[in-house]
């Protein structure tokens, strides 16, 4: 049970606010039939909890790292500083805001979260005002209880859409749908223009209908960043097929696409770019106060945007809602100077990430039922990179410093909703609609793992002899096209061609190792429709994207180790590393299929040592 003067007692008002003005303080207490865990995503979302109460639209700009807001209520115009939130998971959440114009100077809110046996919880909301003038007081006065009547009623509304799940929009192809009233549409036809033209791309009817209705009906924060992982979930639609249909809308004139860099820690876009070719090879967030790399794996999001020409966009804000936008952020909380802070974290089994604000390094907290260790303890002398605790630790934090300390507990699992740059460059797709997007020339970006394969015709200088060069022309280009098609039946992308060679990548070592199953079939010596034969190799490792020619490149050892392996290949082969062996599902494919491999020494000059290779003979 919470009363104010025990809240007043924990959050002391600073004396530089009372001396201002006498504060208004407002505590309310909502008893809810639903459990914290099912409340806690829509109070996090405080634009919509906002929206909800009536609360106008607010505007932000971000300055030098702070967050400036402004707006018009009742009348009044009002700008301010957005204060940095602190939340705790499941706990509660507090933010504040210093005012240039308004009812007052400042104003300070929190939400604290209480449950109440297995299926109920409790909310207090507080509200502390620094009152401009007696005018203001007074305005206060009258404007507090209402909100109040605001905020029970939607938290009702809210509950009710919860216990009685509230069913999410159908969209049905071939109904008609109104467009959404306070959109501004400028050639909304064009929607219907396209249809036919995705449709004869190879693009499902159903999927076009379904996306298309639902951009005719959603808001404009839902458009103002398109992730195809969401709209393919929300509409429950293939996600390859709704990247297809976002990669061929663009070159329609229907979608934008995007190169958004984002924070590593905050994951907030730092800068937007409408070409790879712009990517920096540093930026910063100021609110973070970190520098970073951007050519990680993690560094850059791919995001589509409805175009201009069509309607514009304008993301409605109705508060700054920081613990929705970082809701893989569990825990801010900032302390004063020398001072200790300790909390009981009601959170469960992972792995997190212990941090200071401004810091890139941090401590791994494993948290798993199976440990002893209750404390997480963030002392002076405390020398632990990695701490192992059980669930619902405690935190202890002592700052020993002389200035303020933001302490962040976030996941170290990375947002799996975004497209990164190493994914769309697996679409051939995207590869042959934007060849135009190149890397800068001096930078290697990090996409992570690939599986590389490449192929080569065996014996090409004695077959350009016997079938002559226009015939060697014409069956080398069948040759070329045969693979792309297989390639691209296993969801792989041609990279690029060099001579008579193709260099391919794939997203796992099954489709890749099936892959180059299909092409020995096709180029085997009893098929007579091609004299062509070849050999495969391949072998999976973390690449880098380079600008090669203008183009998407892969470089690096896994690409040249690859490569390497063709030493060891004949026709009819094909080779793989130990890496692609050791592949539990390369491991069951050979075993279900009874596939018999030869397995050879394969040295390593450069690195003086001797690896070992698997060869299948198809």
Same mark, same amino acid.
């Given at each position: ?73 009742? *009348?009044?115009?009002? #700008? ?159 996600? %390859? ?36 070719? %712009? ?6 967030? #100021? ?127 990375? %947002? /799996? ?18 060849? #135009?997007?190149?890397?800068?020339? $001096? ?19 004695? @077959? ?10 014409? /069956?080398?280009?069948?040759? @070329? ?8 039946? @296993? ?7 060099? *001579? ?65 392996? /063709?030493?060891?290949? $004949? ?48």
């Amino acid at each position: 049970m919470i009363d104010l003067e025990s809240l007043l007692q924990k959050y002391p008002w600073e004396d530089r606010w009372k001396t201002l003005a006498t504060p208004m303080d407002s505590l309310w207490e909502f008893d809810l039939p639903v459990t914290r865990e099912e409340i806690w995503p829509h109070l996090i979302d405080t634009s919509d909890l906002n929206h909800r109460i009536g609360m106008p639209r607010f505007d932000y700009q971000e300055q030098n790292g702070k967050l400036m807001g402004k707006t018009r209520q009742v *009348g009044f115009q009002l #700008e301010w500083e957005e204060v940095p939130w602190e939340w705790e998971y499941l706990k509660e959440i507090g933010n504040a805001r210093i005012y240039k114009k308004g009812f007052g100077h400042y104003v300070r809110s929190r939400i604290i979260l209480e449950t109440l046996g297995e299926s109920r919880s409790k909310v207090y909301i507080y509200f502390g005002w620094i009152p401009r003038n007696f005018f203001m007081r007074k305005l206060l006065q009258f404007a507090m209880p209402k909100l109040e009547i605001s905020f029970r009623k939607a938290l009702s509304e809210i509950a009710e859409e919860i216990k009685h799940k509230k069913p999410r929009l159908t969209l049905v192809p071939g109904k008609e749908f109104s467009f959404v009233p306070e959109a501004q549409w400028i050639h909304p036809e064009k929607l219907d223009k396209e249809t036919q033209n995705l449709i004869d791309k190879g693009i499902s009817k159903e999927a076009v209908g379904s996306v298309f209705q639902w951009i005719k009906t959603a808001s404009d924060n839902e458009l103002d960043r398109i992730r195809i992982k969401e709209v393919s979930r929300k509409l429950n639609l293939d996600p %390859d097929e709704v990247l297809f249909l976002f990669l061929q809308g663009c070159r329609l004139g229907i979608f934008t696409l995007s190169w958004d860099i984002v924070c590593p820690h905050c994951r907030g876009v730092r800068t937007s770019l409408t070409r790879l070719s %712009d990517l920096p090879s540093k930026d910063e967030c #100021e609110v973070c106060e970190i520098d970073f790399d951007t050519t990680g794996v993690n560094s850059i999001e791919v995001t589509f945007h409805l175009h201009p020409s069509i309607r514009i966009i304008e993301k409605q804000f109705y508060c700054a809602a920081e613990p929705a936008t970082k809701q893989h952020i569990l825990l801010t909380k900032t302390i004063p100077a020398r001072k200790s802070y300790s909390a009981s974290l009601l959170v469960g089994s992972g792995v997190f990430r212990l941090r200071k604000k401004g810091d890139k390094k941090y401590r791994l907290v494993d948290i798993k039922p199976t440990y002893q260790q209750t404390d997480i303890l963030w002392l002076p002398e405390t020398k632990e990179e990695e701490i192992k605790v059980s669930p619902k630790p405690n935190l202890v934090f002592e700052n020993e410093s002389d200035s303020d300390v933001t302490i962040i507990l976030e996941e170290r699992s990375e %947002d /799996q909703t975004s497209l990164r740059p190493s994914e769309i460059f697996n679409y051939q797709e995207f590869r042959d609609l934007f060849s #135009e997007e190149a890397i800068a020339t $001096n930078l290697q970006l990090d996409i992570g793992i690939k599986t590389i394969l490449f192929t080569d015709i065996v014996g090409s200088t004695k @077959f350009y002899e016997t079938e002559g060069d226009h015939g060697a022309f014409l /069956q080398v280009r069948e040759h @070329f096209i045969k693979t792309n098609q297989i390639i691209q039946n @296993f969801r792989g992308v041609v990279v690029k061609t060099i *001579g008579d060679a193709v260099m391919a990548s794939f997203s796992s070592p099954l489709q890749a190792l099936k892959a180059a199953k299909e092409m020995q079939e096709w180029f085997h010596p009893e098929n007579q429709h091609t004299p062509v034969r070849i050999r495969i190799s391949i072998h999976t490792g973390n690449c880098l994207a380079v600008n090669l020619n203008s183009n998407i490149d892969y470089f690096g050892n896994t690409v040249n180790y690859t490569a390497k392996i /063709q030493s060891v290949t $004949n026709s009819g082969e094909v080779s793989f590393s130990e890496t692609i062996f050791r592949d539990r599902d390369v491991r069951e494919y050979l075993r279900s299929e009874s596939i018999k491999l030869h397995k050879t020494e394969f040295p390593l000059p450069w690195a003086d040592r001797t690896d070992f290779v698997y060869v299948w003979k198809v």
